[in-house]
């Protein structure tokens, strides 16, 4: 009996697939990876990147070799959609939790600093 060894990129520890043969393609992978963890296939779609080498799969019909170690992350159907909206806030005139005016200096200082500690 043939496995691969998959974790989910928030996870810590590794969980095995079995299947006879060399290799599994990338298709059967995502199949059962998604049995195992119970996804629906029409919520997610699974991104299956090599453990060691960092090299994405994205070839549903390429090979992974027997006792290969990998990542998974989960991914929307559709991709990432944009925002449809853009928010601009001026702050140019008031500093944050204060009602008086501050000059703009100040406030650029003031939202610098706080951007550096987020």
């Known amino acids: 009996m043939s496995c691969v060894h998959y974790k989910f990129s928030s996870k810590l ?3 095995t697939v079995t299947f006879d043969g060399l290799h599994i393609t ?4 995502k199949r059962q990876i998604m049995g195992r ?4 296939a029409t919520d997610c779609d699974l991104q299956i990147t090599n453990a060691q080498t960092r090299e ?4 549903e019909e390429v090979h992974i070799p027997k ?3 990998v990542i998974v992350r989960r991914t929307p159907i559709g ?13 140019s005139d008031m500093a944050a939790g204060s009602s008086r005016p501050v000059c703009k ?3 650029l200082i003031f ?3 706080s951007v550096l500690l987020l």
């Open 37 to 40: 963890e119970r996804l629906k």
């Open 111 to 113: 939202l610098t600093i």
């Open 56 to 59: 994405e799969y994205t070839d």
């Open 13 to 15: 520890d590794y969980n």
């Open 67 to 69: 006792h290969s170690s």
């Open 79 to 91: 991709g990432v959609k944009p925002a449809g909206r853009t928010f601009i806030v001026d702050r």
């Open 105 to 107: 200096q100040s406030t």
């Open 26 to 29: 990338l298709a059967e992978l």
